[in-house]
């Protein structure tokens, strides 16, 4: 089952910049996760994710996939969150994909449970789904399991703008919207599928800065995680001419000798105590647990 799950390429949603309506599309909402193929196969399961690597053993309470649907075998593409406070949290589930050690995976399945939001079926029972339309592929979906235990159903809507509006108020990652006849092509070559993502805040302290000349050019950014302060990128957009000479007058002085952060920062680093807290609207969060595209608001 992994050297067959291995064969298949995800199909990837292409940027597009504008939430719209069309009745040849429906819409549903894009979850901050990892993206995840499930392959069943009586009672073994195997997970990939889209880089092709095997994610089998970071998520154990997926074994328990084959008493919660009903199919002999089948290829279920979606993505696993972590949920807090009924958002999903990218940087606890990159927790629990980054763990290796099975011992602690057993503990984090407990302390950081996932769910698995499924939008897609490939294959059921034998039989080969990528080249049916969207719209049959999801009632087929929908017939082989009920949201229980960690799996849930992504629901589809037919207004694009109203639920990027909700989505956006509500503080998630942003839309997908799928065309209603598409077939399932690997990777982004094809304009059926596309992302609308909303620009996120996220509150970060500051750890250091970098230089350009004398003046400070960026902030060093620090989220608090498990009571230690993360890297989570640097940051000069956003800082105007003002700004940027108050703080080159006011860092130097603050400047400690050791990193306040975890991970390594970027050669040419200046490091002061965290205490300077900044709101960062940002796009989303990298693979690394770094903020994309982040501007001090």
């Known amino acids: 089952m992994e050297i067959f799950l291995r064969e298949i390429r995800s199909m990837d949603p292409i940027n597009c910049e504008q939430a719209f309506n069309s009745d040849d599309f429906l819409y549903q909402v894009k979850w901050d996760g990892v993206r995840m193929l499930v392959a069943v196969a009586g009672e073994q399961v195997s997970l990939l994710n889209k880089r092709g690597n095997l994610r089998t053993g970071q998520y154990p309470e997926l074994q328990n996939l084959p008493n919660l649907i009903k199919a002999s075998t089948a290829v279920l593409d979606g993505e696993i969150v972590v949920l807090r406070e009924g958002k999903p949290s990218f940087p606890a589930v990159m927790q629990r994909d980054n763990c290796r050690n099975p011992i602690k995976i057993q503990h984090l399945s407990k302390t950081l449970a996932i769910s698995y939001m499924v939008f897609d079926l ?33 629901e589809s809507f037919s207004q694009g703008t ?9 503080g998630l990652e942003g839309i997908v919207a799928k065309r209603k006849n598409s077939y399932y092509r690997p990777g982004k070559q094809h304009d059926d599928w596309f992302k609308i993502k909303c620009r996120r805040s996220q509150a970060c302290l500051v750890g250091g800065y970098t230089l350009r000349g004398k003046q400070v050019n960026a902030l060093l950014l620090g989220v608090m995680r498990d009571g230690s302060l993360s890297f989570a990128g640097k940051a000069g957009n956003g800082l105007d001419t003002e700004q940027l000479q108050i703080l080159s007058e006011t860092l130097p002085r603050l400047e400690v000798k050791d990193s306040p952060f975890l991970e390594p920062t970027p050669a040419g680093s200046h490091y002061i105590t965290p205490q300077l807290a900044v709101q960062v609207e940002y796009l989303e969060w990298t693979d690394s647990l770094h903020l994309r595209f982040p501007v001090i608001k």
């Open 162 to 170: 109203i639920l990027f509006d909700s989505v956006q108020r509500a």
């Open 122 to 154: 490939l294959y059921l029972n034998g039989r080969d789904l990528r080249s049916a339309s969207l719209l049959d592929r999801l009632s087929q979906l929908a017939e082989i399991f009920d949201n229980q235990g960690c799996l849930y159903l992504v």
